[in-house]
Structures are given as C-alpha cells and as structure tokens.
C-alpha cells in the first residue's frame, strides 16, 4: 500500500500588491502550515492570481519579520533575507495603511 504524503497548504492574506511586488501577511492560521513552512504552496498560489514574472513576493511571518520569497516561473526557489532598511519600509507601509 503506497502512502499518499498530504501536501502542506498555508493561509496568507494579501496585503497589497504593486508593479514591483505583493506583500502577503502569514494569517497564523492552527489550521495551516505557515507561510514559511508551506513556500511552494504559497508561491503556486500566488502564480494562479497574480503575474509574478516581475514580482517580488514579500511576506510578514508570524513573528513579524518580512522577507522574500524567491520565485521562477511560478515556482518557489529559496528564501531571502531582508534588511534591516527594508524591515523598516515594509513596517512604515504597512502602518500608514488605512491613513
């Protein structure tokens, strides 16, 4: 009997997305895997809605720190880690939401 390995899906919400790229929010969902944990699904995701091609895919984890997830073609390539600059923008933008 072959064991089927259930695939890991996250829940995220899309806080904006521009002409350079989507900044997602992990929903820290019990139900879900995290954003971090679920990348390929969340990338995958991502690709059906929006046209990533010169995207960058931001996302704020659960801890509140934002990173990139690396991407091609629609599929998930690594991650990377943002600065301390770009910490910084990403959390005056997201607190000057709803001004």
């Known amino acids: 009997m072959?064991?089927?390995?259930q695939r890991m899906t996250s829940s995220y919400s899309v806080i904006l997305d521009t002409d350079t790229f989507i900044l997602i929010k992990d929903n820290d969902d019990p139900d879900?895997?995290?954003v971090t944990n679920?990348?390929?699904?969340?990338?995958?995701?991502?690709?059906?809605?929006?046209d990533l091609s010169n995207r960058?895919?931001?996302?704020?984890?659960?801890m509140g720190r934002f990173d990139e997830l690396r991407?091609?073609?629609?599929?998930?390539?690594g991650f990377r880690?943002?600065?301390?600059?770009?910490?910084?923008?990403?959390e005056q933008l997201l607190s000057g939401k709803g001004d």
Do not use: M, P
């Not at 960058?56 to 659960?62: A, E, G, K, L, M």
């Not at 880690?81 to 990403?90: D, I, K, R, S, V």
């Open 2 to 5: 072959a064991i089927r390995k």
């Open 32 to 34: 879900f895997a995290s």
């Open 38 to 50: 679920a990348a390929d699904y969340t990338v995958e995701s991502l690709a059906q809605l929006y």
């Open 56 to 62: 960058r895919i931001v996302y704020q984890d659960t």
């Open 71 to 77: 991407h091609a073609d629609g599929k998930f390539t």
């Open 81 to 90: 880690a943002l600065t301390a600059n770009q910490q910084e923008f990403y």
